[in-house]
């Protein structure tokens, strides 16, 4: 069996984070995922703190094992979330879109598990100094809000600047993405665009569709303006996006034009004016799997490479 420190970190049996995700990674998908082994984090977006309570409760009644919470930086109620999070005792914290240096202390005397995302080294060092438990390095090839460094670039530069396990994000789908994160020094992979083609996952079923429809060059990321790149799929939306862009639009049209876009995309199913976040890997993806076998498929696969990769190495 494949075991890692990020197992023994989190007391989990399989390297495998379900990354936070906005409107999507619900009681639902977190349940399931640490169920099956893995660890489900839920993710809470910009939504109010009684929903984010709502959701742990809801969590807690679907599984026994280990789950985490991802705090999204930008969120208005970045504050009142992480009240919550203190509050309900929740043993694991990923955060998103930030540096999360302000939160630190106040989880950490609570014994709560810090393991920020990065996209860049500096912030990686930085944060491990500020007492991080482990780091998810993810690359730009990721769904959502993104950096500008590929995975396979970022992911042995953050292996080699810090002591604590780090997380590789961004493009894995399946056991070759485990097996390579672990051959780049990662110690467990964090998937998102993966899990939301679950049966689990509560995403509209149109946009599942459009993830298993699209090609290894189907998403395109905007935003840039707003400090805020995120990759999604191309759509009416994203077309319409790069034009207001182009014409100078401001960061208050922007805004505008951008509100509400998401929960239309990924919940009520609206793929030509909604925002259909996911990843390049999206093209890889092409059937929609319970958690138990995407989860469980995935290690096999990778026990399976890394255990015959030394046909390289035979002597002549
Ligand atoms: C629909 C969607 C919503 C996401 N929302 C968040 C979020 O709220 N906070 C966060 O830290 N990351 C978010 N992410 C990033 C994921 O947690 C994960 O790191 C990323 O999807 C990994 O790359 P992959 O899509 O190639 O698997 C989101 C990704 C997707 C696809």
């Known amino acids: 069996m494949l075991k890692t420190a990020i197992c023994d970190l989190f007391n989990i049996?399989?390297?495998i984070i379900q990354g936070g995700m906005a409107h999507v990674g619900t009681a639902e998908l977190v349940s399931a995922v640490s169920n099956a082994g893995g660890l489900g984090i839920i993710g809470t977006g910009f939504y109010e703190p009684d929903w984010v309570r709502q959701q742990i409760q809801l969590t807690r009644q679907q599984t026994n094992n280990p789950f985490g919470i991802n705090i999204q930086l930008a969120s208005p109620y970045v504050k009142q979330v992480a009240e919550v999070v203190l509050k309900e005792q929740v043993a694991i914290v990923t955060t998103g879109a930030g540096n999360p240096e302000p939160y630190m202390p106040g989880f950490k005397q609570k014994g709560i598990k810090v393991m920020p995302v990065v996209n860049n080294v500096d912030l990686a060092?930085?944060?491990?100094?500020?007492?991080?438990?482990?780091?998810?390095?993810?690359?730009m090839e990721s769904g959502g809000h993104i950096g500008e460094i590929t995975t396979i670039v970022l992911l042995p530069q953050v292996v080699d600047s810090v002591r604590i396990p780090v997380v590789a994000a961004g493009g894995i789908g399946d056991g070759r993405g485990l097996a390579a994160a672990l051959a780049l020094g990662a110690q467990?992979?964090?998937?998102?665009?993966?899990?939301?083609?679950s049966t689990e996952c509560i995403a509209h079923p149109n946009y599942k569709k459009s993830i298993l429809g699209a090609t290894s060059s189907?998403?395109?990321?905007?935003?840039?303006?707003?400090?805020?790149?995120?990759?999604?799929?191309?759509?009416?939306l994203t077309d319409q996006f790069q034009e207001l862009e182009k014409a100078g639009a401001s960061r208050e049209e922007l805004e505008l034009f951008?509100?509400?876009?998401?929960?239309?995309?990924l919940v009520e199913g609206d793929i030509e004016d909604g925002s259909l976040l996911a990843g390049q890997i999206?093209?890889?993806?092409?059937?929609i799997k319970p958690v138990r076998v995407i989860i469980e498929d995935t290690v096999a696969e990778a026990e399976r490479i890394i255990a015959?990769?030394?046909?390289?190495?035979?002597e002549d």
């Open 13 to 15: 049996e399989h390297p």
């Open 125 to 139: 060092r930085r944060l491990e100094k500020a007492g991080a438990d482990a780091i998810i390095a993810e690359g």
């Open 188 to 197: 467990g992979i964090q998937m998102g665009t993966r899990f939301v083609c």
């Open 218 to 236: 189907s998403t395109v990321v905007t935003r840039q303006i707003l400090g805020f790149p995120q990759r999604s799929l191309k759509n009416k």
């Open 258 to 265: 951008d509100r509400g876009r998401m929960y239309l995309g």
């Open 282 to 287: 999206s093209g890889l993806i092409n059937e």
């Open 308 to 314: 015959s990769l030394n046909k390289y190495c035979k």
